[in-house]
């Protein structure tokens, strides 16, 4: 995984850099992870959390452990490090730095679906109701966006034509979203506006399975495509002439960055600031370019930040959960915009 | 080593029949032309003629609407993106978002076509990519961060880039825009050297009509869809062609010279200037720049100062050396002098064969007219009615003075 | 760094959201109802502090304008046309007895309403449907002309103001306690100069309290109550400083969500619910069977992992609300009564439910199309 350009010694990015923060980092994410689970608005003692983590056994507090912590704890770290890769993709590939992983549209898609089925009675006429309901429907939601967001991308050359296209279809999800929003009885908008707050409460085992499992392909194919997205730095035109192919290249790479998005925002809701911020972040602190470098990088820091403000907002006026999008918010932009005084860094 | 010889070398890129554009709309036509290894091509022609548009159909970036293209033995269209980037490589105008690299990593993405999987550099791929640099003169940059580095010095780091791709055929659109003189002059010299030491056809889309003079072995000027001339610049550039190419009014391309003049406007009133040893030739141009007419005589052919006038248009009495001057260039330079407002002296010999224009010297001032010298005080004193000026600066306040 | 700051600054905010009690005082002149305050200066003129903090002037209407008001803020009473949001805005109108005489808009659809004084009224057409409530036909409201309105959305003001209507805001920054909502009636009461009934209204509701706390007195069996929602993956309770809360601790019970403070349906994390569930004997729900809450079973499936909780169990009881419970604000003593009969049926012998209904075990099996029996 820690695969980093080997320069001339003469050089004084050496390969020492990048391997020591990633170890750095990598122990940071594992202590946010140990802290997630000792913590909660249910106290459980150290001993007899060691205790239940060994042997499990059929107590509350066993259940408590295994059944929501643990899950909630893996999904703050996957779902961060998963929306921060997804940033990083789509900031690479449209070579701006406002980026995040929603802007062709993908949450809107996945919400629109959502809204459909929380404020609606269709599945209850259709009786439907599943553990996975809004999952599944979120799901959807993202696919069918994301295929016609490749659909257009196939034909459509230019970048910023994609981008506007994309937001177009943001703001028609939303419009119809509002007028069901509108329709609908008060409970029912009350569920919903906390779905659209994201979070990363309620995640099962089944959805860690399939975040480790399909999340951790695609985010194999992303790494293995690091040397492409590295030439796509210069631009469509300059990656061409190095012998990329363009057209499956620009396919391949929205599809993974949707993908990625689609899945978190159907599990977790929308998560933002997130996939904006993460890559800017990893840039800063590995001071490179590279993406062999970022993809594993912006995996660690998206992982830790996420879990950090996941471990914020559950934990400031607990057992009341605060929204995670403002945290994530709140947290990471005076960081971000600290980073960038100090380094003077033009993105 | 290399074949530099130009006339002999077996061609890289040939076009047949080339019609290049977008769809429906044609740019340039009838392109039949054979890039040899080792050469250097300029195109050349003025804004819009189509020549960003023919770069980037040789480098496959966008599909010809007509004819083809042959890589060597093979056909453009049939070479696989992977194979053709490692034949060819280039420099384009686009704007680059500067990636948070070092010198050495940002000429290392050039290696992409020959590196493994994730882009692992070898120490031979290190080894090109530090030699690329030096190419370039630009070793001790190396270690800088892309991003700070100057307008000229990233050009050389693109160029770097493109080299270590190792290429055959180098494309350039517009490599010397944005740079200052020295880097201009830099990045044309290593240009030059590449085709020399390495044998790369380079083929590139310049401005500069003197500095393309310099160092190309073939220009294509490209005006009105098509490519009006082909061939090798001392025959190709002459002022006529320049002038037809680019709508010259007041400039002219000296093909001699190999430099670009520009003509006086005209709207001050004449001056006469006797000069020759090109001694003349800084004093026409500052004339012409303040918009004076300009005679000048008598010369000898082969003077400088000829040359020179002859570029800028100004009325020059002149005749082959190896005798006298004859009584019809007196004359006329006679009557060039009374036509004009002002004689300026530019030199002043009194053996030799311009000691002849002395005579007119006198003449000058005893009509009266302002004549301006650059004699020292070894010469005749201010009563014999000239007016001595130091320099050239002295010489124009005091043409202010005397003449308004 | 910044970012602690900045926390800071966040942590201030939060807590700026009032933590105290405002306990109800009430002597000849001044009246402090949680949020809202009525202070009677004169014969003549009435201060009503509402919701938002803001001062309402409220002057007979033969009396002279009082100085230093804007036209906006002064209402004259007894108002006599009255266009209200919130069910409970319009229940405190019936509780007053006013509510055939002064409303006129609502913005609740007529289907949606389960009161007959209402479906009459809009039959008629003397109640009018404003439309959704973010987003009110102000022609429609126009044209209606009512002297006031009572809603939760300040952001309409600026309309009113310059429609010439005069607005209250009867929501509050948290969720209201007991006595704030037995008291609101006496909040609107000078509106209409009906203080005489919003004080019967206030001791209707008092007795029935008295008789819950007489009934339990002494009780040996304590249930434990939640109220409160879940979702998919997220649960949203009822904060232990509404009236809910007080009213189980009036009635000898437990509120397993006591400590947690805030505004009406707030979310908790899952795995306090999940702790508090464990112990709880009976659960009320804010949805009705129509909304999702239609049987144990279902809200077990929708969010398998509080389906341990014990009310969703063999041992434990859901109820869920009945329709026109939350339009029956004016009916606060037999509603509590209700609850005290939930909580402790042994003491309540006979009793049927008329505002909650507990939900089955399994959906009721459904026949002829969508019917269910």
Redesign the interface.
């Known amino acids: 995984m820690n695969q980093s350009p080997q320069v001339p010694t003469s050089i004084p990015y050496g390969l020492q850099r990048p391997l020591s923060l990633f170890a750095i980092l990598f122990l940071v994410v594992l202590t946010m992870m140990v802290v997630n689970i000792c913590t909660g608005s249910v106290t459980v003692s150290l001993s007899q959390l060691f205790h239940l983590i060994i042997r499990p056994d059929n107590t509350t507090e066993s259940f408590i452990l295994w059944k929501i912590r643990l899950p909630r704890a893996l999904a703050g770290l996957l779902c961060g490090g998963y929306l921060a890769v997804s940033g990083l993709l789509l900031q690479v590939y449209f070579r701006n730095p406002v980026v995040g992983p929603f802007i062709l549209g993908i949450s809107s898609g996945a919400t629109l679906m959502v809204s459909l089925v929380m404020l609606t009675s269709l599945t209850m006429q259709l009786h439907i109701i599943t553990p996975f309901t809004v999952t599944l429907a979120a799901m959807a939601g993202a696919c069918i966006v994301m295929t016609i967001v490749v659909a257009i991308a196939s034909r459509v050359k230019n970048g910023i034509t994609l981008l506007i296209i994309g937001l177009m279809m943001g703001y028609l999800c939303h419009a119809v979203t509002s007028v069901l929003t509108a329709l609908a009885e008060k409970e029912q908008v009350k569920g919903f506006v906390l779905w659209q707050l994201g979070s990363f409460s309620g995640f099962k085992w089944d959805e860690i399975s399939l975040l480790l499992l399909v999340g951790g392909l695609l985010l194999m194919i992303v790494f293995l495509l690091a040397k492409p997205l590295n030439g796509f730095l210069l631009g469509e035109e300059y990656a061409k002439s190095m012998g990329i192919n363009i057209r499956l290249f620009r396919m391949l790479i929205l599809f993974l960055a949707c993908s990625l998005a689609g899945m978190i925002t159907a599990m977790a809701g929308p998560v933002a600031f997130i996939g904006l911020a993460i890559p800017h972040m990893a840039r800063m602190i590995f001071s490179t370019s590279d993406n062999r470098i970022l993809i594993p990088g912006a995996f660690l820091l998206g992982a830790l930040v996420a879990s950090g403000c996941d471990f914020i907002a559950r934990s400031l006026l607990s057992p009341v959960e605060l929204p995670l999008s403002a945290i994530t918010a709140f947290f990471g932009a005076p960081v971000v915009i600290s980073l960038l005084m100090k380094k003077r860094v033009q993105l | 080593m290399k074949d530099s010889n130009p006339n002999t070398q077996t061609a890289a890129l040939t076009c047949h029949n080339l019609v290049v554009g977008y769809t429906d709309k044609p740019v340039i036509s009838n392109v039949n032309i054979s890039f040899k290894t080792g050469q250097f091509i300029s195109l050349l022609g003025p804004n819009g003629a189509g020549k960003t548009t023919l770069l980037h159909t040789l ?3 966008q599909a010809p609407l007509a004819g083809s293209i042959q890589l060597g033995r093979q056909s453009l269209e049939q070479l696989r ?6 034949v ?3 420099v ?1 105008t ?1 704007k ?7 010198a ?2 940002f000429v ?3 290696r ?2 020959h ?1 493994g ?5 070898t120490d031979i791929d ?1 080894d090109v990519v ?1 030699s690329a640099l030096t190419a370039v003169h630009a070793d001790d940059l ?2 800088r961060d892309f ?1 700070e580095l100057s307008d000229g010095e990233r050009q050389k780091v693109l160029v770097a880039r493109a080299l270590a ?1 190792e290429p055959k055929i180098l494309l350039l659109d517009e490599p010397t825009a944005h740079l200052d003189l020295k880097h201009r002059l830099e990045v044309m010299a290593i240009l030059r050297n590449l085709c020399r030491d390495k044998g790369i056809t380079v083929i590139a889309s310049l401005h500069d009509v003197d500095i393309a003079a310099k160092v190309s072995d073939r220009v294509a000027l490209v005006k009105n869809g098509a490519i009006t001339a082909w061939g090798s610049p001392e025959q190709i550039l002459t002022s006529e062609t320049v002038a037809d190419l680019y709508d010259f009014r007041t400039a002219c391309f000296s093909h001699h010279l190999g430099s670009i003049e520009i003509r006086s406007e005209r709207y001050r009133g004449r001056a006469f200037v006797v000069a020759g040893m090109g001694k003349g030739a800084s004093i026409y141009r500052m004339l012409a720049k303040r918009g004076y007419g300009i005679s000048t005589g008598m010369l000898l052919s082969n003077d400088l100062d000829c040359y020179v006038a002859a570029g800028l248009g100004a009325k020059c009495v002149s005749q082959p050396p190896g005798s006298a001057f004859t009584e019809e260039s007196r004359t006329l330079a006679l009557r060039e002098m009374e036509a004009s407002d002002m004689v300026i002296e530019a030199n002043y010999q009194t053996t030799g064969p311009y000691q002849e224009n002395q005579d007119l010297i006198r003449r000058a001032a005893k009509m009266g007219k302002p004549v301006f010298s650059f004699r020292t005080a070894s010469g005749r004193n201010e009563t014999d009615g000239i007016i001595a000026v130091a320099d050239s600066n002295k010489l124009f306040n005091a043409m202010e003075v005397h003449c308004p | 760094m910044s970012s602690v700051l900045i926390f800071i600054c966040f942590l201030l905010v939060l807590v700026a959201c009032d933590r105290q009690e405002k306990p109800t005082k009430e002597n000849k002149s001044f009246l402090q109802i949680g949020e809202f305050t009525i202070t009677r200066e004169s014969d003549l003129l009435t201060l009503a502090r509402d919701g938002a903090g803001r001062t309402l002037a409220l002057v007979p209407r033969d009396a002279p304008a009082p100085v230093g008001y804007a036209p906006s803020m002064i209402i004259r009473t007894p108002v006599r046309r009255v266009a209200a949001y919130g069910s409970f805005d319009v229940a405190t109108l019936r509780a007053l007895g006013v509510l055939d005489e002064t409303l006129v808009a609502v913005t609740t659809p007529r289907a949606k309403w389960f009161m007959d004084d209402i479906r009459r009224g809009m039959d008629s057409g003397r109640i009018i449907y404003l439309g959704n409530p973010g987003v009110i036909d102000y022609e429609r409201l126009k044209k209606q002309a009512p002297e006031l309105v009572l809603t939760w959305d300040p952001s309409i003001i600026p309309m009113l103001d310059e429609l010439g209507i005069a607005c209250v805001i009867t929501s509050t920054p948290v969720a209201m306690c007991l006595n704030a909502r037995m008291s609101f009636v006496k909040f609107l009461a000078p509106f209409f100069q009906r203080e005489k009934e919003a004080e019967d209204f206030f001791q209707r509701v008092n007795d029935s309290l008295a008789d819950i706390r007489a009934r339990t007195a002494g009780v040996l069996e304590k249930p434990k109550v939640m109220w409160g929602d879940m979702y998919e993956k997220r649960v949203l309770v009822e904060p232990g400083n509404a009236w809910i809360g007080e009213l189980v601790a009036l009635a000898q019970s437990g509120y397993l969500f006591e400590d947690v403070y805030g505004t009406s349906c707030i979310e908790i994390s899952m795995e306090r619910f999940l702790y508090s569930g464990k112990d709880a004997d009976i659960y009320f729900t804010y949805r009705t069977p129509a909304t999702g809450a239609s049987s144990k079973a279902t809200l077990a499936r929708l969010n398998p992992l509080m389906a341990g909780i014990k009310p969703l169990g063999p041992e434990g009881k859901v109820y869920a609300p009945l329709p026109h419970y939350s339009q029956s604000g004016d009916k606060l003593d037999e509603i509590f009564t209700e609850l005290s009969a939930i909580m402790h049926p042994e003491l309540y012998p006979g009793y049927t439910l008329k505002y909650f209904q507990r939900i089955p075990d399994i959906d009721p099996p459904i026949t002829n199309r969508g019917e269910e029996h």
Do not use: E, N
């Open positions: 480098s496959r970036h993106q992977a194979d053709l980037a490692k060819m490589a280039v384009l686009d680059i978002t500067p990636p948070l690299f070092t050495f990593q290392a993405l050039g992409y076509p590196t999987f994730l882009g692992r550099l290190k530090q190396g270690h991003a791709q």
